[in-house]
């Protein structure tokens, strides 16, 4: 952050700004309002001469959003400087008349008058045009827009970071061109100050004033993500970093993981599986890996899906062409990369991770708000390094970080200098234990993950999503950054203790547990207590979703994230809270990526309610299992084919 003042007054040395203190011509184009500033008020014809002028667009290129425009000298010569995004790929824009004011909240963009809009100059020679007229580069140059922070607006996003979830009194660089995950911009409710350090370049914000309304608009503005193959879901494991891993490695590692029953999907080789110094030959390191083409295909032939580093990330264009090569050749819905570098509009080529935190319970929460930020930037999907990436995590730690690793959209384990594999870390078995639990869990919620995959791919709402995305006229809900909603209908609540002690907030309402089955009633702040084994994962009042309590097993015996979401379902239907539901349910089709196989429409209170298949066929024996207002519930069965299930 370059500080251009000293106080309200006085520029800091060597500062001049040319600040936009008069509109001197307006005009009203096919979709946007244009006007052109003079740095000094124009008391006459003389006054136009040797001034300064910022021409500044304002547009509505969606509801809620409002497209702000600044630039000076947008002609003087071609720029190739970042950023330069593309607008609207996926989407029809219509131009209307921008003079309308639309109805909605009186949100104040500024009242800074004639110090809202300027052209900043920093050690250059504009104050001796004759040195302008020799060394005309000198110094640096930014195009700032200061708003108004109204009391009670917040500021959220901005990327991917680490730091407090709200944004209010911070100074965030969004950095342009330079690899990161920080680079992603969104502004929620509000009120910011943007400076570019491109001064050739026009200068664009999109400040979104609503939630989740803005949330959706805004997405559609650079790019809605594509949406990842189902078997992306299931569990990563990695080699780590530095660790020296060779073909054994690989082997025993995932045999370990068989033996204990902790299905993994993916496997994921680190950046040495090249040979050092040797980044752009994409060949294995010999040394490490004297038959690497039979593993790889032992590997394919067991089952896994397999994914390597190759840095190509940080390439501008990398994981655009990376991905666009991968689905010319497998398909639709069926590319996807894995980077940690992004920038805005980089959420079209997900996944992406957040790299690379500590191995403590404070870097695991840093994560999470890491996560949720970069989630309000338009990325839809998200993993992060479980058990920390620098260190090792003790027992503890790992076990509550892979609870919370698998309940976010992709789930890896992968660290530094040290291996991600339980039996490493925990002695006890304990580990063991735990990550079967969570990865069974996470499995058996896919029909429900993979159709809240879609609408995300659909809408741009990240699937991990903070409370207030879901409830914005709860004023408590602003201001949770330690838990989130996965999806429309489950709340997570990681624990950040060894000990289990977690207090978090409920929403209005009865909130069901579906690990331990208890109703906690909202709004409310409640603290209990959490063994290695269970964290509050609650199911939203009214709420309904399916799942699958036993998923089956593939051709090796193993568990897999793509099944036939359609089969041996339960529908877990909310109706604690006593009122009626009216709630739609779609069951997504393994078979047809981005495509619902079912729909099932659910109507009814506690006392007597339906659920109708009115789309497609659910195939064997499918229940119902519904939770009534003293904490029990009653389970309901129905036939392979039956499409009507009724209580009174």
Known sequence: MVKFSHGMWWNADGVLIDWAVEAAKSEALEGSIRCVATSKHINHRGDILNTPTLTVESSSPAPDILLLTGYHWKGQKHATLEPNYELFPDVQTHSTNPTIVAPGPNHLLTRLG????????KGTNAINPKFTLTDPDKGERWFTMQFQISVGEKIYGLGERFGPFTKNGQVNKLLAGT????????????????????????????????????????????????????WSFGLWLSTSFTTQYDETTVTKFLEGMDKRDIPVGVFHYDCFWQKGFHWCDYEFDKEYFPDAGEQLARLKENGYNVKSTDFGERIPTGNTVTFEVLERRLGKNESIVFARSATAGGQRFPVHWGGDPMSTF????????????????????????????????????????????????????HGSGSYRVPWLIDESGEADVVLKRFIGLKLSLMPYIYSTAIKTHETGVAMMRPLFVEFPED???????????????????PIFSAEGTVQYYVPNGRWFGILDGKLRTGPAFVTELHDFLSLPLL?????????????????????????????????????????????????????????????LAIQGNEESGTVNVVRGTLKGEWKVK?????????LLVAMDGQKYLSWA
């Open 114 to 121: 004639w110090r809202s809009v300027g052209y900043i100059k």
């Open 179 to 230: 690899p990161g995950t920080d680079v992603s911009s969104r502004v929620w409710r509000c009120g910011t100050r943007t400076e570019a350090h491109h001064p050739n370049r026009p200068t664009k914000m999109f400040p979104s004033f609503s939630a989740p309304a803005g949330m959706e608009s805004s997405s559609r503005i650079l790019v809605l993500p594509a949406l990842p193959p189902a």
């Open 362 to 413: 404070e870097a695991m929460a840093e994560t999470l708000r890491g996560g949720l930020s970069l989630g309000l930037c338009g990325h839809g999907y998200w993993a992060h390094d479980i058990g920390g990436f620098e260190g090792t995590p003790d027992p503890a730690l790992y076990k509550r970080w892979f609870a919370f690793g698998c309940l976010s959209s992709h789930s890896r384990l």
């Open 475 to 493: 004023p408590f809900s602003w201001n949770v950054d330690t838990q989130y909603m996965f999806g429309a209908s489950l709340m997570v609540v």
């Open 539 to 599: 199911l939203r009042p009214g709420a309904a979703i399916v799942l699958c309590d036993n998923v089956p097993r593939g051709a090796h015996g193993r568990k897999h994230a793509v099944y036939d979401y359609s089969e041996g379902i339960t529908v877990v239907v909310n109706l604690a809270g006593g009122s009626p539901i009216d709630v739609f349910v779609e069951v997504p089709d393994s078979n047809n990526l981005g495509a619902f196989v079912a729909s």
């Open 626 to 634: 519904k939770v009534k207002s003293d904490g029990t519930f009653e």
